[in-house]
């Protein structure tokens, strides 16, 4: 063996050494994180069971883990007051996406329209901010009075709920689109509409994928607080059961049940998120502060 | 009617000019509702297959001059005329180069330099064929699946030269397309420039405020006075022989001579809006 190649190889040797020391530091940090969300977990759950103790008063006012659990159980079997529990999930998803398929592409599209013409922007201006600073969530009762208790007025006030903030996301987003991008483009021999299509509507989808998280977190309350408000079935209407027959633990289970929903949904979201934005640069690791 | 050597007999200056700006004045309305004048009563003739180089200092309505002949403006005054019809809308058939990169950052390099032709309803087959023999042509064989981002400042500059030149322009407008490049990747990117204008022979404006870049690239170099309402002070003619490399022709006799003498007209410009921009300073001290 040469001087030389006994040099590369203990160069070698160092890399790899290097590099495993940097890998296991990794894991072991990723372990200790893991650790600790754990044993917050097991803290406040533990803290809440020990806390109401055996006094069956605290557990018909607060509920308690185990009987979260036990409620969850007896659902997933036996099916709840109001029918199979898979029934409820199902009414309650139905209206969430429906509505918020609707509301998203209403957003946008209404989003983009008054973001690209400016007429459109100046006369509709006024009647959108009347309608944002309303509550809107109180649309749900005229909803419910004039749709009845079926699913078509849930669903009218999740649209309701998630067309605004996809609408005023994508009009910003249109707003916000660089205007050598567009002069670029228009040079090129892009007409109006191959503008929209090819430069303001990628540009824009930064804004509205944004915006998703938050509209789908909307649709899911507009859904629960029409079926408040008046329905037959679903989760609202199961929780508005339990609340009816002081069964606190009825609550905290669909509560259980809904930020499951909740974060299957998010999985899918940034999945989407990740497909339509995949042409951006990857975030840089800078130094941490 | 004339034949093709005829042509060439013919002096560049006594044919139809590709650019002819008469007199043109541009004022903008700023937010608050006064007015700004970009440019004040300019004139300028560019030559078909011309490469015309404008310097000036900082804000004396460079670029203005290049979106006026573009189409992107309308002037305020005066007329603007490309190959003898006056400008209305988009003018067909010229490129812009812009300062800042202006390549779509979602689209592939091959999806950005086929722009142009999908745009102009050429069939997806030709425009594809087209742009990758392009993305060849600027030296970037090999990245047509790259998004803009996984390439280098230069790498970008090429993308947005093939964007521009798949639409074989007449005219190409360029506003200071390498300012925001290092030093060499400079130097070699106008190098490929001459070489690529060379083919075409579009005639091109180019502004900056490289003075040893403008005479080292074009036949012609406008200079400009300090702006607000900044017009045509001097045209110098480069009688530099080409093929020229672009690294090397400042070491050229002739060149420095050129530069010397440019510099004389430009200096004072440059000073006017050196003293402008520090006005306030210079009253408080």
């Given at each position: 063996?040469?001087?030389?190649?006994?040099e590369?190889?203990?160069?070698?040797?160092?890399?790899?050494?290097?590099?495993?020391?940097?890998?296991?530091?990794?894991?072991?940090?990723?372990?200790?994180?893991?650790?600790?969300?754990?044993?917050?977990?097991?803290?406040?759950?533990?803290?809440?069971?020990?806390?109401?103790?055996?006094?069956q008063?605290?557990?018909?006012l607060?509920?308690?883990?185990?009987?979260?659990?036990?409620?969850?159980?007896?659902?997933?079997?036996?099916?709840?007051?109001?029918?199979?529990l898979?029934q409820?999930?199902?009414?309650?998803?139905?209206?969430?996406l429906?509505?918020f398929?609707?509301?998203?592409?209403?957003?946008?599209?209404?989003?983009?329209?008054?973001?690209r013409?400016?007429?459109?922007?100046?006369?509709?201006?006024?009647?959108i901010?009347?309608l944002?600073s309303?509550?809107r969530?109180?649309l749900?009762?005229?909803?419910?009075l004039?749709?009845?208790?079926g699913?078509?007025?849930?669903i009218?006030?999740v649209?309701?709920l998630?067309?605004?903030?996809?609408?005023?996301?994508?009009f910003?987003?249109?707003?916000?689109v660089?205007?050598?991008?567009?002069?670029?483009?228009?040079?090129?021999g892009?007409?109006k509409w191959?503008v929209?299509?090819h430069?303001?509507?990628?540009?824009?989808f930064?804004?509205i994928?944004?915006s998703?998280?938050?509209?789908?977190?909307?649709?899911?309350?507009?859904?629960?607080?029409?079926?408040?408000l008046?329905?037959?079935?679903?989760?609202?209407?199961?929780?508005?059961?339990?609340?009816?027959?002081?069964n606190?633990?009825g609550?905290?289970?669909?509560?259980?049940?809904?930020?499951?929903?909740a974060?299957?949904?998010?999985?899918f979201?940034?999945?989407?998120?990740?497909?339509?934005?995949?042409?951006?640069?990857?975030?840089?690791?800078?130094?941490?502060l | 009617?004339?034949?093709?050597?005829?042509l060439?007999?013919t002096?560049?200056?006594?044919?139809?000019?590709?650019?002819?700006?008469?007199?043109?004045?541009?004022?903008?309305?700023?937010p608050?509702?006064?007015?700004?004048?970009?440019i004040?009563?300019?004139?300028?003739?560019v030559?078909?297959?011309?490469?015309?180089?404008?310097?000036?200092?900082?804000?004396?309505?460079?670029?203005t001059s290049?979106?006026?002949?573009?189409?992107?403006?309308?002037?305020?005054a005066?007329?603007?005329?490309v190959?003898?019809?006056?400008?209305?809308?988009i003018?067909?058939?010229v490129?812009f180069?812009?300062?800042?990169?202006a390549?779509?950052?979602?689209?592939?390099?091959?999806?950005?330099v086929?722009?142009?032709?999908?745009?102009?309803?050429?069939?997806?087959?030709?425009?594809?064929a087209?742009?990758?023999?392009?993305i060849?042509?600027?030296?970037?064989?090999?990245?047509?699946?790259?998004?803009?981002?996984?390439?280098s400042?230069g790498?970008?500059?090429?993308?947005a030269?093939?964007?521009s030149?798949i639409n074989?322009?007449?005219?190409?407008?360029?506003?200071?397309p390498f300012?925001a490049l290092?030093?060499?990747?400079?130097?070699?990117?106008?190098?490929?420039?001459?070489?690529?204008?060379?083919?075409?022979?579009?005639?091109?404006?180019?502004v900056?405020h490289?003075?040893?870049?403008?005479?080292?690239?074009?036949?012609?170099?406008v200079?400009?006075?300090?702006?607000?309402?900044?017009?045509?002070?001097?045209?110098?003619?480069?009688?530099?022989?080409?093929?020229?490399?672009?690294?090397?022709i400042?070491f050229?006799?002739?060149?420095?001579?050129?530069?010397?003498q440019?510099?004389e007209?430009?200096?004072?410009?440059?000073?006017t809006?050196?003293s402008?921009?520090?006005q306030?300073?210079?009253?408080?001290?």
């Open positions: 063996m040469s001087a030389s190649s006994v590369t190889t203990l160069t070698q040797g160092l890399e790899a050494t290097i590099a495993a020391t940097a890998h296991s530091r990794t894991r072991k940090r990723r372990l200790r994180v893991l650790a600790s969300q754990l044993g917050l977990l097991v803290l406040l759950l533990g803290g809440w069971q020990l806390g109401v103790g055996s006094d008063l605290k557990v018909v607060y509920g308690e883990p185990s009987g979260i659990l036990a409620q969850l159980i007896t659902w997933f079997r036996d099916g709840t007051a109001i029918g199979p898979w409820q999930i199902a009414v309650t998803l139905e209206e969430a429906i509505g398929v609707i509301g998203t592409a209403l957003g946008i599209v209404s989003g983009i329209a008054l973001g013409i400016r007429f459109l922007a100046e006369v509709f201006s006024p009647y901010k009347v944002n309303i509550p969530i109180v749900g009762s005229v909803f419910v004039a749709l009845g208790l699913i078509e007025s849930k009218l006030l649209v309701v998630v067309f605004f903030g996809v609408f005023f996301n994508a910003q987003g249109v707003r916000e660089d205007r050598n991008f567009i002069a670029n483009a228009t040079i090129l892009a007409s191959q929209t299509r430069v303001v509507l990628p540009s824009a930064t804004w994928v944004a998703l998280h938050v509209s789908f977190g909307f649709a899911l309350i507009g859904a629960i607080v029409g079926e408040f008046g329905g037959l079935q679903g989760l609202g209407e199961l929780i508005k059961n339990a609340q009816g027959t002081f606190a633990n609550v905290w289970a669909a509560m259980v049940i809904m930020g499951i929903i974060l299957i949904a998010e999985y979201i940034t999945r989407l998120e990740n497909r339509l934005l995949r042409w951006r640069p990857p975030q840089l690791s800078g130094p941490e | 009617m004339s034949t093709a050597p005829h060439f007999s002096p560049l200056a006594t044919l139809r000019p590709a650019i002819d700006l008469k007199n043109v004045t541009k004022r903008f309305t700023t608050d509702g006064s007015t700004y004048t970009a004040r009563d300019m004139t300028l003739q030559a078909p297959g011309e490469f015309c180089a404008i310097v000036g200092p900082t804000g004396c309505g460079k670029s290049l979106t006026l002949i573009s189409g992107l403006e309308r002037p305020s005066g007329s603007v005329s190959h003898g019809e006056p400008v209305k809308g003018t067909p058939g490129g180069m812009f300062q800042t990169d390549v779509l950052p979602w689209k592939s390099v091959l999806d950005n086929a722009m142009g032709p999908k745009f102009r309803g050429i069939d997806k087959a030709n425009a594809i087209s742009a990758k023999d392009w060849r042509r600027v030296g970037l064989a090999g990245f047509e699946d790259r998004f803009p981002h996984q390439l400042g790498m970008r500059k090429r993308v030269l093939a964007q030149l074989e322009p007449e005219i190409l407008l360029m506003d200071e300012s290092d030093v060499q990747t400079r130097a070699i990117m106008s190098n490929e420039l001459l070489g690529l204008w060379d083919v075409t022979k579009p005639a091109v404006v180019f900056t490289d003075l040893e870049e403008a005479i080292a690239l074009a036949d012609k170099v200079v400009m006075t300090a702006g607000p309402g900044g017009t045509v002070k001097e045209t110098f003619a480069i009688d530099l022989p080409r093929p020229r490399v672009v690294q090397e400042r050229d006799k002739r060149f420095v001579d050129l530069y010397q440019i510099w007209s430009l200096r004072s410009e440059v000073d809006a050196y402008q921009s520090t306030t300073t210079g009253k408080a001290s």
